[in-house]
């Protein structure tokens, strides 16, 4: 059996058992690749369904699709203008959403499917990356109250004047979180073609394990420090509504990681997962006046580009002078390292640097708030394997060091160990 209430009730751990629920389901590209991939999420629908539950699901673009739209646009010109753009990439959910409420009704269920506009979803008017404003959630009401399966395309939006927006990259995973918020279902799962949040990339790591549960704040952290399995803007707003979270597998049926509010049990696990992002370059501008208002002129110029800049680190040197040193995404390397230069010319710096072969390694743990010696253990094994850190960071449940990037494989291969994350139990040890 695909899904249905068995699966169900396994993954609720705290949330309402056994009695019918309004429920968000969340399907990205891969899950819809092609009819057979829609065929397969359509009776997973059912089978909740058959269970008595309502059910709004959102769907991504077709595996690919969104890509395919991009580069059409891309091939005419390198900057399209956005409101167009827009148009053209929101497409992609109108067919995948279209499709999978066809092949719901070729089954005998009733479903209907809507686009943003048609809901509405009222979003801010800045194409590519609008923010969602405000979603009238009465059709949506209406239709559940009719018995029919509602099927919503993601990432896409209206503004008030009534022009079609998207809210950026793999933004169908904030129409979900935001719908579920909005309609204050008891669930919101997002399937995908992993079987959850693992603490650290399988791929990297072989005896990765698969979390059961993780808190809203620590997979903030790592959505924001590399794991890649879920969209930072709907974790946000998970955590702000307080929306318990699943994210599982649309191809298994396994249970998938619970994504809700810190409990004591998570606070004792010093380290739930390593992450890493080898998308992050380091600029470095040395022997700046140390005097109020040089932070400003160097990063003022960065961020009216729109450029977001991750760690900053400022070195105070015995001459008066300081050296600063900070990440800024590698795309907008390039960019960055030209304006610095003008820049440096006006502050009369010593010297600039920049290394775009650089990664991020991080430790995120909830437990790392009461339990000190967490990060010194981390310096010891990246020490032991003899790499240099060159930046750190810290929060009160995270710790980023900055490496070079050819030592990012052993680095959390390194650290899962060190930290015994394959075992569930030996995590939970004082270090
Ligand atoms: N189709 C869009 C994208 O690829 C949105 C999404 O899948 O979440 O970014
Ligand atoms: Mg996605």
Known sequence: MNGGLKGLEKILYGVKRGKAMLI????????????????????????????????????????????????????????????????????????????????????????????GYQVPIYTTDLFTKARIKEIKTEKIKESLSKGK????????????????????????????????????????????????????????????????????????????????????????????????????????????????????????????????????????????????????????PIGDKGIVVDMIIQTARPDGKADITFTVPKTDYKEALKLIEEIGKQLEAERIEGDPNIAKVSIVGAGMRTHPGVATKMFETLAKHSINIMMISTSEIKVSCVIDEKYTELAVRALHEAFKLENENSIKEEI
């Open 149 to 300: 399966i509602v099927i919503i395309a993601g990432f896409q939006g209206v503004t008030e004047n009534g022009d079609i927006t998207t809210l950026g990259r793999g933004g169908s995973d904030t129409t979900a979180v935001a719908l579920a918020a909005a309609l204050k279902a008891d669930l919101c799962e997002i399937y995908t073609d992993v079987e959850g949040v693992f603490t650290a990339d399988p791929r990297i790591v072989t005896n990765a394990r698969k979390l059961k549960k993780i808190s809203y704040e620590e997979m903030l952290e790592m959505a924001s420090s590399g794991a890649k399995v879920l969209e930072m803007r709907s974790v946000e707003l998970a955590m702000i509504y307080k929306v318990p979270l699943v994210v599982r597998s649309s191809f298994t049926n396994s249970e998938g990681t619970l994504i809700t509010e810190e409990d004591e049990e998570m606070e004792k696990v010093l380290v739930s997962g390593i992450t890493y992002n080898r998308n992050e370059a380091r600029i470095s501008i040395y022997g700046v006046p140390d005097k109020p208002g040089v932070a400003a002129k160097i990063f003022g």
């Open 24 to 115: 968000v389901q969340k399907y990205g590209g891969t899950s819809v690749a092609n009819l057979e991939r829609i065929r397969a999420v359509a009776e997973r629908i059912v089978n909740y369904k058959k269970e008595g539950h309502d059910l709004v699901v959102v769907v991504s673009a077709m595996a690919g699709e969104t890509d395919r739209l991009i580069n059409l646009a891309k091939q005419i010109t390198e900057n399209p203008p956005l409101r167009e753009f827009d148009l053209l990439v929101s497409t992609g959910e109108q067919v995948s959403s279209a499709l999978l409420s066809i092949t719901l009704q070729s089954m005998g269920y009733p479903s209907i499917a809507l686009l």
